[in-house]
């Protein structure tokens, strides 16, 4: 079964700095989609950018970019110029192509991101 | 283009009851996934229906239940609430056929007393 895990609860950053959260998971398959999500206070889960397993080149979205390395299975989420509507809840998820796996994806714990002025 | 759209946004259920969650997609969405998210478990899958059929169900017991609509409309029902049902439900939408991205409506928070 597919895991993902996010091993940093919680983290800081100072306004306009850059911060990188971190994203491993592991899975037999070849062919699968990351994606990392937002959750403000608010709770609207926000798409960030997406990833597929398949394209070397690292997504980019604006001031959010990914370091997508599918040997080591990790796929890290950088935020530049940090915001303070970038404090959130971050996170990491996977999904695998095919009929038995439509529609679901798999999360992991999340990352706590507190944008400081 | 609308959002997804969930309703009720918040609901208290007594013990034994049951209740029925909606979920609009966005339009042309054909696929609806639920999730159930708690502090405890996180972030887990419900099921997904897509053109009015059920193709894939998560980890959970049949008090949970769900259906979609020929408008791609979504209900999802809890019956014999539990406390531990108490949770944000979320659902999101996709396009569907070869597009992975899903979009979150807002969720509805359930308590149950």
């Known amino acids: 079964a597919q895991t993902v895990t996010q091993s940093q609860p919680e983290m800081s950053v100072q306004e306009a700095e850059t911060v990188t959260l971190s994203c491993t998971y592991d899975?037999?398959?070849?062919?699968?989609?990351l994606f990392w999500y937002k959750q403000p206070p608010s709770r609207q889960m926000i798409l960030v950018i997406r990833?597929?397993?398949?394209?070397?080149q690292n997504a980019t979205e604006n001031r959010f970019s990914v370091n997508f390395q599918k040997a080591a299975k990790s796929f890290s989420l950088k935020i530049s110029d940090s915001q303070l509507g970038d404090t959130a809840m971050y996170f990491c998820?996977?999904?695998?192509?095919?009929?038995?796996?439509?529609?679901?994806?798999?999360f992991g714990q999340g990352t706590t991101l507190q944008v400081k002025p | 283009k609308a959002g997804v759209t969930q309703t009720p946004r918040y609901l208290i259920k007594t013990r034994g009851q049951q209740v029925t969650l909606s979920c609009s997609p966005i339009?042309?969405?054909?696929?609806v996934s639920w999730y159930q998210q708690t502090p405890g478990q996180g972030l887990q899958f419900l099921f997904e229906?897509?053109?009015?059929?059920?193709?894939n169900k998560g980890n959970f017991p049949g008090r949970f239940s769900g259906r979609q609509f020929s408008n791609s409309r979504s209900e999802m029902n809890v019956s014999t609430l539990e406390l531990g049902d108490s949770a944000l439900y979320l659902c999101?939408?996709?396009?569907?056929?070869?597009?992975?991205?899903?979009?979150f409506g807002p969720g509805t928070r359930l308590t149950v007393t």
């Open positions: 998820a996977f999904m695998k192509p095919g009929s038995s796996n439509t529609g679901k994806l798999i």
């Open positions: 899975t037999s398959e070849n062919n699968y989609y």
């Open positions: 990833q597929e397993a398949y394209k070397q």
């Open positions: 339009s042309g969405h054909r696929s």
């Open positions: 229906y897509f053109s009015e059929t059920q193709r």
């Open positions: 999101a939408s996709c396009p569907g056929q070869g597009s992975y991205e899903q979009y």
